[in-house]
């Protein structure tokens, strides 16, 4: 099993940047296909951006020329780059596999909240 501990959320204003960081616990991560999601109050997980083991991207529409993932294999990390928040983005972010089954566990997220 391999856990992953997200951080790097806040409060930011609307046009402004953040930067999240995923961890994970072992080093079984730089083979792992991996994805941020997030889940606004009253909705459903949503995949935000992926990226496989080795670097290929994708992204949800809602997100496409605004966010950016990436990861450091060397630090068991991958990253979410997000510029022109806006107010709809406001989410606690998570990060899993790109496809996680239900014996993977998610971790406590951060949350993001782009206001005024």
């Known amino acids: 099993q391999v856990q992953f501990v997200e951080s790097g959320g806040g409060l930011v204003q609307p046009g402004g940047s953040l930067r999240l960081s995923c961890v994970a616990s072992?080093?079984?991560?730089?083979?792992?296909?991996m994805g941020w999601y997030r889940q606004a109050p009253g909705q459903q997980r949503e995949l935000v951006a992926s990226?496989?083991?080795?670097?290929?991207?994708n992204y949800a529409d809602s997100v496409k020329g605004r966010f950016t993932i990436s990861r450091d294999n060397a630090k068991n990390t991958a990253y979410l780059q997000m510029n022109s928040l806006k107010p709809e983005d406001t989410a606690v972010y998570y990060c899993?596999?790109?496809?996680?089954?239900?014996?993977?566990?998610w971790g406590q997220g951060t949350q993001v909240t782009v206001s005024s």
């Open positions: 990226i496989t083991s080795d670097g290929n991207t």
């Open positions: 899993n596999k790109r496809f996680p089954t239900v014996s993977d566990s």
């Open positions: 072992r080093s079984i991560f730089r083979i792992i296909n």
